[in-house]
């Protein structure tokens, strides 16, 4: 780009930073930016420099207007308009969604991440046909589901021939939504730049001390530089240096618009009115509003040559500003008159969207027609996926309701569909204008229901602890006449006492488990048999709870998809209970992929994190280590702090320090996530056993056991178990032992079977030792459950070794090594090692492979790729493109030294 001819003072770096991202999208690295700074910063005029120099890429410009910021994917249908041809080279659900999100096709509400994945894909597509380049002005007003669409794309382009840049005021809603995406903070002018630009735009050369002056006193404004120089003659802006007054800008700045507007004809101040209370500027509706108020056609003539708007196939106000003096300067009483009259206009001509919106603006006080019709609007935003826009229109609605229930009715739809957008604070701000005294105990059951599930999404430590007795409130209101949302709140209670466990308040596990077994009978169907499950779970010796448990399981695997999603702790916790580890993976697997295909991230975000506590328990940290990384890269792709993903139990299979895993969950405990403490304590105690630290683990391990909950319980038996014997409390952890043998006995899976034998094999004297041993070996073989497998090689290594039988020993602490470098559990690789020794063998760290080499999203992408699957399904897994997908897999390739799918399965065998 040739910067020096765009016209542009003081800009030179940002140009070509911009040239920069131009010039590697046309080459296939694709890029993003926000730039982001204060009205009249300049952040129009350097997009339309770039504009004009941005040769050798389709141009797309879709800027933000406030009218249509709450019309769910408004902007999003003017960008993709032009690629229409493109949606069906498309995955048929990624068409689909961006289909419906228009409204020109019917549908269930896509999610906005699905809608994201398809504008991804559709940009990606139209850049295999040449390069795009889409710019996006006034970001801060364009609404919030296609804002949070284009940052979603922002943040994952990569390989695709596409720059998309986006540009608005600071703006928190803007900024939350563009998490992730680089910024570009567009700052004043230095003070030589402001001179120079100041002396280019005044009549006459003005002093340097002078402009020096009024440089600090604007910031380097570039649109005040410009006003202040052609507004202002010589001797006033000499004036305002020579005095202590402050030149006339910022507040006094408005100041100056207004007399400019005061300065205009009657009938040109009227037309510059309807103009700023239409702000899409569409010149049809303005000149009908116009005409209804007889001004005459030629009104916006003054205006122009005013500076203050222009007029061509819509109206644009000089600056944003202007705008906003005009709107806010004028009488309340006109403004309604004015909105009034847009909005016949617009319902003339078929725009109820906008009519909706000016009939709000144009209402004061209470009226219950055009609330109305703001709910319908507002159904029509949920319908195409739009919680955000339907929870400000419901709000907008609320507020134009009279009291009573129906105002409390609106509040509480608009705070779940806030909710719902991922808006909690502003969910709870809502529920905090109803008037519970107004509700139905239905609604004030929702009420109850949706601040506890705000309330562990903003780890409000309160309401955790609570959270159980809460949801039991909630199903008590709805008792009697609603009873699905009963069973559902029941549930629910189940769950969050999972998050908080033995730190809950104002409930204990046995009322909780009778307040279930209570609700089995509100209503029949799948969750009055998963209350059965879960009921029984608590409250029954094990041997009879196991058939409700089982049947519960069954259940689960038969729900629909859309129900699936709900269920990922239940499934867990009955999984666990029943020592049914395939089970728990392909539940949590199916659930993930249901979110997957439709774009919840946040469910799919709970669904890796389920999954990689899975693999913990299954012994596995390198797997759990993968599911952390796809959690990090969909963060990445919401906009969260990705680098906060923190696993402890994780960190204490890798090696971290105790102290530093303790900080870590005792952060999380003191927040109320008492379970996070507890799994993280657990995989402590592995570490120790590990280590051979048997006295550590079974200290920290014993008071866990004794306040038992639940299956988490049943999970540390086993490492009780070890810890005692070899730390001299064998007699201590024998009852451990029969608990593990019911278990088995009942439950029957290869994984309960191999741990209780091998547990009975750790007590049992020597001449009974060895039969036990292989048969837990053979169990777990059988299991999935790697690292216990391998931890039954190496326990009976160990006693082979004591037995000096070492060739014998050799043969199975190999095969632990083995397992445990496979699985990346290094503690257990040098207790391996260690043994080895011990029997005369010298060994060594295995010089890590080829595979170490890749980053976790080519592993993540090598890996899927090797199972059989497609790029564009590898995209869609790992939220990026199909290019992406590709880009990455070149790079594998490469640093395997391999050549095709086929020998990239040979590098990754399956677990």
Known sequence: MDTANSGLIGRSSELERLSALAVGARNGHGASLLIRGEPGIGKTALLSAFSRAAHGARLLRADGYEAESEMPYATLQRIGRPLVAHLDSLLPTHSAALRIAAGVAEGAPPDRYLVGLGMLSLLAAAGEEEPITCLVDDAHLVDTESLEVLAFVARRLQAERVLLILSGRPDERMDVAAAGVPVLELGGLDTLMSARLLNRSAPALIDPLLATRIAEEVGGNPLALVELAHEFTLPQLTSSWVTPEPVPVGSRLESHYLQRITDLPPDSRLWLLVAAAESTGDIALISGAAAQLGIPSNASVAVEQAGLASVRDQVAFRHPLVRSVVYNAMPADDRQRVHDLLRVEADAVGRGDLAVWHAAAATTGSDEAVATRLERAAD?????????????????????????????????????????????????????????????????????????????????RERILSGAADMLRAAELFSGAAPQLEQRALIRAFEVM????????????????????????????????????????????????????????????????????????????LTMALWDERASVTLLERSLGVSRARGRLRDADTSLWLLGLIELVRGDPAASARYIEQIRELRRAIGYDAEQVVNAASLAWAGAANAHVELVADAARAVGFAGAWTIAMTGLSIRELADGHYRDAFERLRPMIERPFLQVTYQQLPEFVEAGVRSGNADRVRGSA??????????????????????AALLADDGHAEDLYVEAIAHLTESTVVADAGRAHLLYGEWLRRAKRRHDAREHLQRALLIFERCEAPAFAARARRELEATGLKTGADAPTSLHDLTPQESAVARLASTGHTNPEIGAALFISANTVDYHLRKVFRKLGVASRRQLSERFPRD
Not at 531 to 558: C, F, K, N, W
Not at 742 to 759: D, E, V
């Open 380 to 460: 029509v935003a949920g319908e195409r996926g739009g919680s955000a826009s339907r929870a400000r229109l419901l709000t907008r609605a609320a507020e134009l309701t009279p009291e009573g229930p129906l105002r409390g009715a609106r509040l509480l739809a608009a705070a779940e569909s806030a909710a719902q957008a991922g808006a909690a604070r502003l969910a709870l701000t809502l529920i905090g204008r109803i008037d519970t005294r107004t509700l139905d105990p239905v609604s004030a059951g929702r009420v109850v229901q949706l601040e506890t599930l705000v309330g562990l999404f903003i780890a409000d």
């Open 498 to 573: 999972l998050t908080a466990e033995w730190a809950t308040q104002d409930v204990t596990l046995p009322q909780l488990g009778e307040r279930l077994a209570a609700g089995v009978d509100v209503a029949d169907g799948p969750m009055s048999i998963i209350l059965r499950g879960l009921s029984a779970h608590i409250l029954l010796p094990y041997q009879d709870a196991v058939p409700h448990m089982r049947e519960a399981l069954v259940t689960l695997a038969e729900m629909d998809d859309a129900d699936v999603l709900e269920s990922g702790s239940v499934a867990v916790a």
């Open 738 to 759: 029969d608990t593990l043998a019911g278990f088995a006995a009942h439950a029957g899976t290869p994984w309960i079977r191999g741990l209780s034998a091998r547990c």
